[in-house]
């Protein structure tokens, strides 16, 4: 069965450093995602992209952030200047329509320590 | 605005006795619902879905919830545990009305733990 798939699976980084987290959605799909946990938060959504464009980010998608698709299999999440709390879970996530209705499929996730 | 609420945060169960996750949710239309599970190390699985037409949705792995309109609620049940169904397991609601683009909104999340 097709699967979203996450790399790297562990990350950690000094403060004020770039990462960039990786994701390959499964190959036909139009619509993906970010997500991210902080630890015992609730799962939040980042930011959702379609045919190389933002389709709608949240409040914490802010200028530190932003989403690629460098080639026709992977979508990139890039934070900038990282800071403490930025120290999450990240999901990457793809639908075929995007639609309310549809299941999103989730990778297993990066998690991501800012010391 | 649409949320969900988890009402445990932990539950623990023995092997072989039934299981009840329960889940409320806030919704101003018909809300798309969802269950995901998330076992140590491994992405969110889907488990199960609603979205308006019957009311009770079978999932995988034996697991099934009722859509309860007047109650706004959506738990989740299984006759009988199995030692693998230890893992987290989360509500989830489509934060838009159906054909629209959604995004997700989660519970806090329930750690199902199996005792033998």
């Known amino acids: 069965e097709p699967e979203v798939t996450q790399t790297p699976s562990h990350q950690v980084t000094q403060m004020g450093q770039e990462v960039i987290l990786r994701c390959v959605p499964i190959?036909?799909?139009?619509?993906f995602y970010w997500y991210r946990q902080i630890l015992g938060q609730k799962v939040e959504f980042l930011v959702s992209f379609y045919n190389n464009e933002i389709s709608e980010k949240s409040e914490i998608f802010d200028d530190q952030f932003s989403v690629e698709r460098p080639d026709g299999s992977n979508f990139t999440l890039k934070i900038r200047s990282t800071k403490l709390e930025d120290s999450a879970m990240y999901f990457c996530?793809?639908?075929?329509?995007?639609?309310?209705?549809?299941?999103?499929?989730f990778g297993p996730g990066t998690r991501l320590l800012v010391l | 605005a649409q949320s969900v609420t988890q009402l445990d945060s932990h539950v623990s169960v023995s092997e072989g006795t039934p299981v009840l996750l329960r889940c409320n949710y806030s919704s101003s239309y018909s809300p798309s619902l969802f269950w995901y599970v998330q076992h140590p190390n491994k992405g969110l699985q889907l488990l199960l879905k609603?979205?308006?037409?019957?009311?009770l949705v079978k999932g995988i792995n034996g697991f099934e919830a009722e859509f309860k309109k007047s109650e706004t609620s959506f738990h989740l049940t299984k006759p009988s545990a199995h030692m693998s169904d230890a893992a987290e397991y989360f509500c989830v609601v489509s934060d838009r009305a159906g054909g629209s683009q959604g995004n997700l909104i989660f519970g806090k999340g329930t750690k199902l733990s199996v005792k033998p």
């Open positions: 996530a793809s639908s075929l329509w995007g639609t309310s209705q549809e299941t999103q499929y």
């Open positions: 609603y979205t308006s037409a019957a009311t």
């Open positions: 190959s036909n799909h139009l619509y």
